[in-house]
């Protein structure tokens, strides 16, 4: 890969871990502040315990992508991003268009998703 996709990439992945922390941030501060409300009957409880189980699903779920993008960094800085990490074979360029964090080629990701491949380590 040439340096000026490098560089690209390495901006779309920096501006996305950017975003990512913030909205772990900010769904940890709102998950706060719904403790912070003084529920009293049984329904504004039911409610606010719907509202932390969501927001601990979206941060978790924010938190496994902050993962794949810092991952994706590191392999830039490695020199191994667009590398798929099962084959070694180079992911194609709309896949990492689209999925710039990816680790795996599509026909990889495949083979992961059926259960036929084990997932690496991150």
């Not at 009293?40 to 978790?60: C, G, V």
């Not at 800085?77 to 710039?100: D, H, M, Q, Y």
């Not at 795996?104 to 084990?118: A, N, R, S």
Request: proline fraction near 2%.
């Amino acid at each position: 890969m040439d340096k000026k996709k490098q560089d690209y990439f390495k901006k779309r992945l920096e501006t996305r871990q950017q975003e990512l922390r913030r909205m772990v941030s900010r769904t940890e501060q709102d998950g706060r502040t719904v403790d912070e409300d003084s529920a009293q009957d049984i329904a504004d409880r039911a409610a606010s315990s719907y509202t932390k189980e969501f927001l601990f699903h979206q941060s978790n779920n924010d938190r496994q992508l902050l993962q794949m993008v810092d991952g994706a960094l590191h392999r830039l800085r490695e020199g191994t991003f667009g590398e798929c990490i099962s084959c070694g074979k180079e992911i194609n360029g709309k896949r990492l268009e689209a999925v710039p964090w990816t680790r795996h080629c599509i026909e990889c990701q495949e083979k992961l998703e059926k259960g036929m491949l084990e997932e690496a380590p991150r």
